[in-house]
């Protein structure tokens, strides 16, 4: 099984970003069954979770993302995607998605999202 990113990169404050993050070696009934989470990890700092979207597609956000940031899941092509609007500098980090299965912890590469100010 492998988590694999997409998006992120930089821009202004006030501007908006999409990460992808896509399962690969899972069928999509097992993928439809997953929480998936969103981490982050700015420099110096302890990584700290973002937001998580269950198999009912209940989702939870930590306070300093809730009302800016969006997760949603297409099971057909066993992706989630987190929407990031009214980005700030404290968005800056690494993002990183995050599946418990089977009794293993898969993390997703990484992705840079930086925010000038």
């Known amino acids: 099984v492998q988590l694999v990113q997409s998006g992120g990169g930089s821009v202004q404050g006030g501007g908006s970003l999409r990460l992808s993050c896509k399962a690969s070696?899972?069928?999509?009934?097992?993928?439809?069954?997953?929480?998936v989470n969103w981490y982050r990890q700015a420099p110096g700092n302890q990584r700290e979770s973002v937001a998580n979207i269950t198999s009912n597609r209940i989702t939870n956000y930590a306070d300093a993302v809730k009302g800016r940031f969006t997760l949603s899941r297409d099971n057909g092509k066993k992706t989630v995607y987190l929407q990031m609007n009214s980005l700030t500098p404290d968005d800056t980090g690494i993002y990183y998605c995050y599946m418990f299965r089977k009794g293993t912890d898969y993390w997703g590469q990484g992705t840079q999202v930086t925010v000038s100010s």
């Open positions: 070696g899972m069928i999509t009934s097992e993928f439809s069954s997953k929480t």
